[in-house]
């Protein structure tokens, strides 16, 4: 298994631009989710879902699209790049949330935006 | 979302000190979870709490859950230049499906 991926590594956006992050697994997890890591900051959760089909906001959504069309991918949109966006942006899976499991993280996707 | 607080932000230890960190929140916890996060990669699994007043161990971390499971506490004896990195709690179940964390602990170790 590849666990959870995540594209690109490193992105350099201009201010006003849209992308996408992109993120899958192949644990055939139901539960994903988006965080945004600021320097020295803790994880701060974007978006999430609990299954294909069904999305939902987090702690700090605004600017910030997901979908969930398939059980493996969850890509986050950003509709309009804004300077505080620059942050270190990490996918996550787990089974499901109605169980007791552990959370595996994608290695991250570092955006600055200018 | 529920929330739980982690104490101290930071800390700096000279090599060979012991570490703690804790971490608080004001409602029962169904279970806790701790992950580390070194630095420049992402937060990695390390153990689940679920029983009240739980112990495990890892070698030198040794994890506690409280009898209130309220509160939960890592400690790391006689740290080593590889325990750098941010050590997080969360996420409380309790929080439906956000699942949030603590603000993690970061330790920085003096050889």
């Known amino acids: 298994n590849a666990g959870v991926t995540q594209t690109p590594k490193f992105q350099v956006l201009k201010t006003g631009q849209s992308m996408t992050l992109q993120c899958a697994q192949d644990?055939?997890?139901?539960?994903m989710s988006w965080y945004r890591q600021d320097p020295g900051m803790g994880l701060r959760l974007i978006h999430y879902s609990v299954g294909a089909g069904i999305t939902d906001q987090g702690e700090v959504p605004n600017g910030y699209n997901v979908s969930r069309s398939t059980t493996e991918d969850f890509p986050l949109r950003l509709l309009s790049a804004a300077p505080s966006q620059t942050s270190v942006y990490f996918c996550?899976?787990?089974?499901?949330?109605?169980?007791?499991?552990?959370?595996?993280f994608g290695p991250g996707t570092r955006l600055t935006v200018l | 979302g529920q929330q739980v607080m982690q104490i101290p932000q930071y800390q700096h230890v000279q090599e060979g000190e012991d570490f703690t960190t804790y971490c608080n929140s004001s409602?029962?916890?169904?279970?806790i979870q701790w992950y580390k996060q070194r630095p420049g990669g992402h937060p990695v699994f390390l153990i689940q709490l679920v029983k009240s007043g739980e112990v495990k161990k890892q070698k030198r971390l040794t994890f506690q859950f409280g009898e209130a499971k309220k509160n939960s506490s890592l400690h790391i004896t006689a740290t080593q230049t590889t325990d750098v990195g941010t050590y997080f709690c969360g996420p409380p179940n309790n929080a439906g499906n956000m699942l949030t964390f603590g603000g993690g602990t970061r330790l920085m170790v003096k050889p």
């Open positions: 409602t029962t916890l169904s279970n």
């Open positions: 996550a899976s787990r089974l499901t949330v109605w169980k007791d499991n552990e959370q595996f």
């Open positions: 644990m055939n997890h139901e539960y």
